[in-house]
C-alpha cells in the first residue's frame, strides 16, 4: 500500500513537472515572439505570467517536503524527489530569462531594428526543443537521451556565436547602433543561459539513473 501511494505522489510530482515545463516553453516562444513583432502587450503578458511558474515551484516544493515526510521514502526515491525540486528551480530561473527578454521588447519598442531578427528566433526553437526533450528524458530515466541533448547546446552556442560576431562588427561601423546591439546581444546570452539549465536538467537525470554528479556545462 505504502509504495503504491508513493509512487502515485511521484506521478503527481511528474505531471506538475511536464505542466511547468510547457509552461516555461511557452514563456520563452512568447517573449521571443514579442520582440520580434515589437509586440508589448504579449511581452506584458509574458511578465506577469512568470508569477504562475513562481507559484507552481513552490507548489511542486511544497509536495516534495510532504511526500517525504508522510512515505519516508528509500535512498533511490529520495534521489527522485531531491532531482525533481533541482529542475523546477532551474526551469524557474528559465522564465525569469524570458520575463528579461520581454522587458527588452518594452525598451525597444519604438525603435526600428538594425536588421530582421531571424538567429535569434531559431535559438529559441532549439531551445524550446530541448527544455521538452530533457523532461522526457527525466521523467524516462532515460540518461543516454540526457547525454545527446546536451550536444544540441552545440547548435545554440554556434548561432549564439554567429550573431555575437555580427552584432559587433555591426556595432563597429555603425557606432549609434551600440544601444540596440547591446540589447540584443542580452537577447542571445539569455537564450544561451537556458540552454545551460536544460543541460543542467541533463545532469541531474544522469544522477537520478546513475546515482553520480556530472558536469556537462563544458
Request: proline residues 1%; glycine residues 4%; hydrophobic residues 40%.
Amino acid at each position: 500500500m505504502t509504495r503504491t501511494s508513493f509512487d502515485y505522489g511521484l506521478q503527481l510530482l511528474h505531471d506538475d513537472l511536464v505542466k511547468m515545463g510547457s509552461i516555461v516553453e511557452k514563456q520563452i516562444h512568447g517573449s521571443v515572439e514579442s520582440l520580434v513583432n515589437q509586440d508589448v502587450e504579449l511581452a506584458e503578458k509574458i511578465i506577469k505570467g512568470d508569477d504562475l511558474v513562481d507559484d507552481l515551484q513552490r507548489e511542486i516544493e511544497d509536495k516534495c517536503i510532504k511526500l517525504i515526510g508522510r512515505e519516508q521514502p528509500l535512498a533511490k526515491d529520495l534521489r527522485n524527489i531531491f532531482t525533481t525540486t533541482k529542475i523546477v528551480t532551474d526551469l524557474e530561473r528559465m522564465a525569469d530569462h524570458a520575463v528579461d527578454i520581454a522587458k527588452i521588447t518594452r525598451r525597444l519598442k519604438d525603435e526600428k531594428y538594425i536588421k530582421k531578427l531571424i538567429d535569434i528566433p531559431k535559438i529559441a526553437t532549439v531551445v524550446q526543443e530541448m527544455i521538452k526533450l530533457s523532461i522526457d528524458a527525466y521523467i524516462e530515466g532515460d540518461s543516454d537521451r540526457a547525454y545527446e541533448i546536451c550536444k544540441m547546446d552545440d547548435e545554440v552556442d554556434a548561432i549564439y556565436k554567429k550573431i555575437f560576431t555580427e552584432l559587433l562588427a555591426y556595432m563597429d561601423d555603425h557606432h549609434e547602433t551600440v544601444a540596440q546591439a547591446s540589447q540584443l546581444l542580452f537577447v542571445c546570452k539569455y537564450l544561451e543561459r537556458i540552454a545551460d539549465h536544460v543541460t543542467n536538467i541533463c545532469e541531474w537525470t544522469i544522477y537520478l539513473v546513475t546515482g553520480n554528479f556530472v558536469d556537462l556545462n563544458e
